[in-house]
């Protein structure tokens, strides 16, 4: 089992930044890779970024060019900081795994208004 923990959430300004923050726990070793995906009020869950096991990163358009997802494995934490901050970025942001099934984190709320 995988458990997802993420936080970093809050109210941003438009072009602010943020740094959501994942930390996993459990059987992580067996672990493909890991994202981030966003839900906004109304819509469908939008994958924004992933990371392979190896590091090799991808990003949705949407994001590409202001985001950076990385890693710290001594913390077993994945992070997703993103830049100029936009009011349509505001979602639920949940942490994203992968192995023989998907695991999913509660969720953290950004939202980016003045």
């Known amino acids: 089992q995988v458990q997802l923990v993420e936080s970093g959430g809050g109210l941003v300004q438009p072009g602010g930044s943020l740094r959501l923050s994942c930390a996993a726990s459990?059987?992580?070793?067996?672990?493909?890779?890991m994202g981030w995906y966003r839900q906004a009020p109304g819509k469908q869950r939008e994958l924004v970024a992933t990371?392979?096991?190896?590091?090799?990163?991808n990003y949705a358009d949407s994001v590409n060019g202001r985001s950076t997802i990385s890693r710290d494995k001594a913390k077993n934490t994945v992070y997703l900081q993103m830049g100029s901050l936009k009011p349509e970025d505001t979602a639920v942001y949940y942490c994203?795994?992968?192995?023989?099934?998907?695991?999913w984190g509660q969720g953290t709320q950004v939202t980016v208004s003045s």
């Open positions: 994203t795994a992968w192995a023989t099934r998907t695991y």
């Open positions: 990371i392979t096991n190896g590091g090799s990163p």
């Open positions: 459990g059987s992580i070793s067996r672990l493909n890779f």
